[in-house]
């Protein structure tokens, strides 16, 4: 079966596809600098939650391997400066945020030991950016896995399930495997798969650019589906269960994701269909004890009102363009499936909250 690598670190280099040209074009291009990785990240070049993470990291890793520093101070500096600044790139995403927090501890400690001299704090900050990729595509794996036996649980003894997804949330939005496709991808390696229906994600159009292409590269059977399509879908198709992703998941469950999830999950419910969020422990913010407190980035108008450069919506018409919405814990129905586990959303402060942050 073939897989999609979208992220390549090779050798201290750093490579990405560059997803604004999918699905017609598949062009790598190499980030040299933190700069380059805010650029890419923000101009969606790269996005989903996990892949900004990592892209922001390992553009730190290029740009501290390419300098020779003399004071440790000057370092520490440095690396929290740019580390700050990558977080600027896309503000809903909380993975970033929490790779930033965990790094800095890291870099802390190894700034306060003075057995650990300024090479070597390159050298092992470095390490760390390469084992938050690795990690990630193991715990997408058992994320995966989880989330896969859930919904045969769910399907009470089907042997082959049709499932809804929204976005993109593959190897093209993870270091590989993905989040809620890679559940898809686990149940079609299995051969428990029927079929899997993508809605386009208007107006970025991420569904129909994006995850019909990792569809079609490992052959599985699909169908691109209108956003306005979804409750005709449920209503005439048996639908097993909606697996999205998350950009980021407040402490009581409610959850940031791609606009359009929420409609998702309210339609879901109509229908009694198990709704299922996929995210690693990294999406979760203990910080925020309810959806209502998570920002939510606006997008530009032409992302709304053109495709591939061509304006579809009348000069002048103004635009209301928010890149998520914020789903209730209460409609996600089928549960939280992390690399852990999978969980209601009630139950996430209880078992996964480690900084008694509530």
């Not at 074009?25 to 600098?33: C, D, F, M, P, V």
């Not at 003075?114 to 704090?121: C, F, Y």
């Not at 649980?153 to 590989?176: Q, R």
């Amino acid at each position: 079966m073939k897989q999609l690598q979208s992220i390549k670190w090779e050798d201290g280099k750093l490579t990405i596809i560059d997803q604004l040209l999918l699905p017609l074009e598949t062009n790598y291009i190499q980030i040299t600098s933190v700069e380059e990785g805010w650029d890419t990240i923000h101009k969606m070049q790269v996005r989903g939650a996990p892949a900004i993470a990592i892209v922001g990291c390992l553009s730190l890793a290029v740009e501290l391997s390419k300098k020779e520093y003399q004071d440790k101070e000057e370092l520490f500096g440095t690396i929290c400066t740019k580390l700050d600044y990558l977080v600027t790139a896309r503000p809903t995403a909380v993975n970033m945020k929490n790779a930033v927090v965990e790094l800095k501890k890291y870099v802390l400690k190894l700034h306060t030991d003075s057995k650990v001299s300024t090479q070597d704090m390159v050298t092992r900050t470095c390490g760390w950016c390469e084992r938050f990729l690795e990690n990630d595509i193991d715990n997408n794996k058992k994320l995966s896995d989880f989330g896969a036996k859930s919904v045969l649980a769910a399907a009470d003894g089907v042997d082959k399930v049709c499932l809804l997804t929204h976005c993109n949330t593959g190897s093209l939005a993870t270091a590989g495997y993905g989040t809620a496709l890679g559940v898809v991808r686990s149940l079609h390696s299995a051969g428990k798969l029927e079929h899997i229906y993508c809605t386009e994600t208007r107006p970025y159009n991420q569904g129909s650019r994006l995850t019909t292409y990792e569809i079609m590269c490992e052959i599985m059977p699909g169908t691109l589906v209108c956003d306005s399509t979804v409750a005709a879908l449920m209503a005439h198709k048996k639908i097993h269960a909606v697996l999205v992703g998350a950009d980021r998941v407040a402490a009581n469950g409610d959850t940031a994701n791609k606009i359009g999830t929420y409609q998702l999950a309210v339609v879901a419910k109509h229908f009694s269909v198990p709704f299922y969020v996929c995210a690693p422990t990294t999406s979760i913010d203990f910080t925020l004890p309810a959806g209502c407190h998570i920002p939510i980035e606006e997008r530009p108008n032409d992302e709304m009102t053109c495709v591939a450069g061509k304006r579809l919506a009348c000069p002048g018409i103004s635009c209301w363009n928010p890149a998520f919405d914020v789903t209730p814990a209460d409609l996600i129905t089928g549960g939280v499936v992390t690399e852990v586990g999978v969980f209601k959303p009630s139950e996430l402060i209880q078992k996964l909250n480690t900084n008694d942050t509530f």
